[in-house]
């Protein structure tokens, strides 16, 4: 069990330097960005500690790869099957340490960009308040239409009718291309980017509608399941984006394990290869430490934008409102 006690104790040390080191610099940048200013120290320190959070789970990988090649690489000349051993004994850590990354990333994650995005709009003061009280607009129900916050059931549901929206604005441009003569279908299916998006050309060879018919065929209706394709493909690659975060952390800590596992084997055969990985280590350190910034960076810019779509999004909830408001009032007044 020895290796299992190193793996444990590398994993500890790393995982923490990363984590000071990811901190510190989202500190820093978070100092850059005025947040210190907006806030009182406590408060903004308390926002970092939020941000932060919500890519603690980024850093196991990482951590996990470089504990491992330690691992490993100090291994003496053992033969395979102690290689295969103890790669069998790390996955005592490897295991609780997915599972835990898991669950984070699906049910504790989510909650923790929903309070860290409603604080960074509360920080803006651009949020419209009083119409969103208004007209009864929350700032919940926005966000509840966000995939960062929505639980894995609705996030997969949403998916599978968003595919099915899509292909069936797929294949009704499809029915309309083939209704069309070939010049008119070659010109749509170009100016509309069909085929970016999956649909197969056709048209006819000798078409039955009249001219004005194909016209409107052409620049009405295609045109509008051609933009509503393009709208649902666009929300559901954001939606399959955010199903592909959830579970990258997860299947990165078997990747990282396995594969830094044979490359710290691998390694300790010769003194000179271990001089290399000497400098292969300070390498990773450096790459990994880089990877940390930008992935807090990264989740930072993500909120930023949130908070932008979410008065963004309020507005048009207020006017969606307003107009049908008005059109109500018109109706009354006519009858």
């Given at each position: 069990?020895?290796?299992?006690?190193?793996?444990?104790?590398?994993?500890?040390a790393i995982f923490s330097i990363a984590a000071v080191c990811g901190f510190t610099g989202l500190v820093i940048k978070e100092a850059d960005?005025?947040?210190?200013?907006?806030?009182?120290?406590?408060?903004?320190?308390?926002?970092?500690?939020?941000?932060?959070?919500?890519?603690?789970?980024?850093?196991?990988?990482?951590?996990?790869?470089?504990?491992?090649?330690?691992?490993?690489?100090?291994?003496?000349?053992?033969?395979?099957?102690?290689?295969?051993?103890?790669?069998?004994?790390?996955?005592?850590?490897?295991?609780?340490?997915?599972?835990?990354?898991?669950?984070?990333?699906?049910?504790?994650?989510?909650?923790?960009?929903?309070?860290?995005?409603?604080?960074?709009?509360?920080?803006?003061?651009?949020?419209?308040?009083?119409?969103?009280?208004?007209?009864?607009?929350?700032?919940?129900?926005?966000?509840?239409?966000?995939?960062?916050?929505?639980?894995?059931?609705?996030?997969?549901?949403?998916?599978?009718?968003?595919?099915?929206?899509?292909?069936?604005?797929?294949?009704?441009?499809?029915?309309?291309?083939?209704?069309?003569?070939?010049?008119?279908?070659?010109?749509?299916?170009?100016?509309?980017?069909?085929?970016?998006?999956?649909?197969?050309?056709?048209?006819?060879?000798?078409?039955?509608?009249?001219?004005?018919?194909?016209?409107?065929?052409?620049?009405?209706?295609?045109?509008?399941?051609?933009?509503?394709?393009?709208?649902?493909?666009?929300?559901?690659?954001?939606?399959?984006?955010?199903?592909?975060?959830?579970?990258?952390?997860?299947?990165?800590?078997?990747?990282?394990?396995?594969?830094?596992?044979?490359?710290?084997?691998?390694?300790?055969?010769?003194?000179?290869?271990?001089?290399?990985?000497?400098?292969?280590?300070?390498?990773?350190?450096?790459?990994?430490?880089?990877?940390?910034?930008?992935?807090v960076q990264g989740y930072a810019k993500k909120l930023n934008t949130e908070s932008h779509q979410i008065v963004d999004d309020t507005y048009?909830?207020?006017?969606?409102?307003?107009?049908?408001?008005?059109?109500?009032?018109?109706?009354?007044?006519?009858?």
């Amino acid at each position: 069990m020895k290796h299992f006690k190193k793996f444990c104790k590398y994993f500890i040390a790393i995982f923490s330097i990363a984590a000071v080191c990811g901190f510190t610099g989202l500190v820093i940048k978070e100092a850059d960005n005025g947040t210190f200013y907006d806030l009182d120290t406590k408060e903004a320190l308390g926002f970092c500690v939020q941000l932060g959070l919500t890519a603690l789970t980024s850093l196991i990988p990482y951590s996990l790869s470089v504990a491992t090649f330690l691992v490993f690489w100090a291994m003496d000349r053992e033969k395979w099957s102690v290689f295969f051993r103890t790669l069998a004994i790390g996955l005592i850590l490897v295991l609780p340490l997915s599972a835990m990354t898991y669950y984070y990333d699906w049910f504790v994650r989510p909650q923790m960009m929903v309070i860290s995005v409603i604080k960074k709009v509360e920080m803006k003061q651009s949020y419209p308040q009083s119409l969103a009280d208004k007209y009864g607009v929350s700032m919940e129900q926005i966000l509840n239409k966000k995939p960062m916050s929505m639980s894995k059931t609705k996030l997969t549901a949403q998916i599978d009718s968003l595919e099915t929206s899509f292909q069936a604005d797929i294949d009704t441009c499809g029915l309309l291309l083939s209704m069309l003569p070939d010049t008119l279908a070659s010109k749509a299916y170009d100016c509309y980017r069909l085929e970016r998006i999956g649909v197969v050309y056709q048209y006819a060879v000798h078409p039955t509608a009249s001219e004005d018919s194909l016209m409107y065929v052409a620049h009405t209706e295609l045109y509008q399941h051609a933009f509503g394709a393009w709208k649902i493909s666009n929300e559901l690659q954001r939606h399959k984006q955010e199903y592909f975060g959830r579970t990258l952390n997860t299947g990165c800590i078997y990747i990282a394990y396995i594969l830094f596992a044979f490359l710290g084997y691998l390694f300790r055969f010769k003194p000179i290869k271990k001089i290399l990985a000497v400098f292969a280590v300070l390498i990773v350190a450096a790459w990994i430490y880089n990877e940390i910034n930008s992935i807090v960076q990264g989740y930072a810019k993500k909120l930023n934008t949130e908070s932008h779509q979410i008065v963004d999004d309020t507005y048009k909830e207020i006017d969606e409102i307003r107009e049908s408001k008005q059109r109500e009032m018109k109706t009354d007044t006519q009858l």
